[in-house]
């Protein structure tokens, strides 16, 4: 039975992504990747639009906010330095009536104030039906909120480099490894993973959460967390 500090389920774009920061952060640490699927990303981070949104809908003082700006490299300096496709290409969010016109205001609203917040401004604009369409002539709308700043990225590329920059740092990534158990061992857990027509024992000293609440504590079994990505 191998005993691992971290154990991430899910080789998505957000376990990929912990793989390789919690790698580099601690690189005396033991990582493996269960994957259930044959290959990196084959559900929905290697399947969607690709669309790196401008987040003017969260309210100004959420974590989603401030957290704006914290990360070392933007999806757009990222995608650069690995030659993952990406284009910036605006984005029109539009509205049908009085009612959706009043939303598209308050994400405005919104956008500023968190602009203010952390001090990196959000670029947006309210556009009215004549400027839309000037924008895109097919448009069918009252009012539209314009975001110039929107890229749509190659999101298989972006996953599946995610994960090379992981096992580059020693990350273990297991294809074809569903998780089919975990149970308490002690101060932790043994979570069970079958690959193949075995069904082996893979971590010791592991905490279960969700990779976007998870976070790395300390116990006295050392350091130990597990991501759903």
């Known amino acids: 039975m191998d005993?691992?500090?971290?154990?991430?389920?899910?080789a998505g774009a957000s376990g990929c992504a912990a793989a390789d920061r919690l790698s580099e952060k601690y690189p005396d640490k033991s990582i493996a990747v269960c994957e259930k699927n044959r290959s990196i990303g084959e559900e929905q981070s290697g399947h969607n639009s690709g669309v790196d949104h401008v987040r003017y809908q969260h309210h100004p003082k959420s974590l989603k906010s401030r957290l704006?700006?914290?990360s070392p490299i933007s999806l757009k300096d990222f995608s650069a330095k690995y030659g993952i496709a990406y284009k910036t290409v605006g984005k029109l969010v539009v509205a049908m009536n009085d009612s959706e016109a009043l939303q598209l205001l308050r994400y405005k609203e919104n956008a500023d104030a968190a602009g203010r917040e952390t001090g990196i401004p959000i670029e947006t604009e309210?556009?009215?039906?004549?400027?839309?369409?000037?924008?895109?002539p097919n448009i069918a709308c009252v009012t539209a909120l314009h975001t110039p700043k929107t890229?749509?990225?190659?999101?298989?590329?972006?996953v599946r480099k995610l994960a090379d920059l992981a096992e580059e740092k020693g990350v273990t990534i297991l294809k074809e490894a569903p998780i089919m158990n975990v149970r308490p061992d002690g101060n932790g857990f043994i979570v069970q993973v079958?690959?193949?027509n075995n069904l082996s024992?893979?971590?010791?000293?592991?905490?279960?959460?969700?990779?976007r609440a998870a976070c790395i504590r300390r116990d006295p079994c050392g350091w130990v967390?597990?991501?759903?990505?």
């Open 68 to 70: 704006r700006g914290k």
């Open 126 to 136: 309210l556009l009215s039906r004549a400027q839309a369409r000037k924008l895109e």
């Open 3 to 10: 005993s691992l500090d971290v154990i991430i389920i899910g």
């Open 201 to 211: 024992g893979m971590l010791r000293r592991s905490c279960l959460q969700r990779a």
């Open 194 to 196: 079958r690959q193949g």
């Open 151 to 158: 890229g749509i990225v190659d999101a298989a590329a972006y």
């Open 225 to 229: 967390i597990a991501i759903l990505g």
